[in-house]
């Protein structure tokens, strides 16, 4: 069983995507910490995250790279948003995610094309989606508890552009499949965005 778990950032999609994986015993991959990875990779190289080459020579990453704290970073969310608009890196990671779809057994990713690209074919399809005022007010929350210095409106105004940048770009934008359940969190705490999750899980399957 494939389940694809896709939406923007801080909506509450990776929380939902590792107590899927836990609840049904299943391998979870979060396809973002890639993106992340060849983010990191570029500023690392000195290169310039919008310029294809640049990125494409980055996501030869080493493996070590998807352990670096750095990769949480918001500074290192905005270069990943960067990298990901490039079709030759989006092609470029694409069998590493597929291969991890399609392992016996299935798996959990979760993403923002995971339904639509990676694995069409997946058994279950969740759409995390949440508010920008609630996404930013929780990510405002836990940065400040890791000590960060940034201001709510930062944050949505950060969030905003990201949102833009991973709605409008022409390949792989970040919208749900056809067939996606969606669940909107922004009114929802943590158990029960998860126990909706499971039981669409369960209704799809
Ligand atoms: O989910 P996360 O915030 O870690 O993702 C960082 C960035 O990577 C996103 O803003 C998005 O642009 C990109 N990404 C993507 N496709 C994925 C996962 C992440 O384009 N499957």
């Known amino acids: 069983m494939i389940i694809a778990v896709d939406g923007p ?3 509450g999609k990776g929380t939902i995507a590792k107590a899927l994986a836990e609840h049904f015993g299943l391998p979870h991959l979060d396809t ?3 993106y992340r990875a060849v983010g ?3 500023f690392l190289n000195g290169g310039n995250p919008d310029d294809s080459r640049d990125a494409l020579a980055a996501v030869s990453f080493p493996d070590e790279l998807l352990d670096d704290p750095h990769l949480r970073d918001e500074e290192t969310g905005g270069l990943a948003s960067r990298v990901s608009v490039h079709p030759s890196v989006r092609e470029a990671l694409f069998e590493r995610q597929r291969a991890f ?3 016996p057994g299935g798996a959990v990713l979760d993403g923002r094309d995971i339904g639509t690209v990676i694995a069409p074919e997946a058994e279950a399809k969740l759409f995390v989606t949440a508010s920008v005022e609630a996404r930013a007010r929780r ?3 836990e940065m400040r508890e890791r000590g960060a210095g940034v201001t709510l409106l930062e944050i949505q105004d950060d969030l905003r552009r990201r949102d ?3 709605r409008s770009r022409s390949v792989a934008p970040l919208v749900p499949a056809g067939d996606a359940f969606v669940i ?3 009114h929802l705490d943590r158990d029960e965005a998860i126990t909706a999750a499971i039981e669409a899980v ?3 399957t």
């Open 202 to 204: 369960n209704t799809a």
């Open 139 to 141: 990510r405002f929350l």
């Open 164 to 166: 833009d940048r991973d």
């Open 101 to 103: 779809a399609t392992q």
């Open 32 to 34: 973002g910490l890639l």
């Open 184 to 186: 909107d969190t922004s």
């Open 9 to 11: 950032t801080a909506s």
């Open 40 to 42: 990191r990779q570029v």
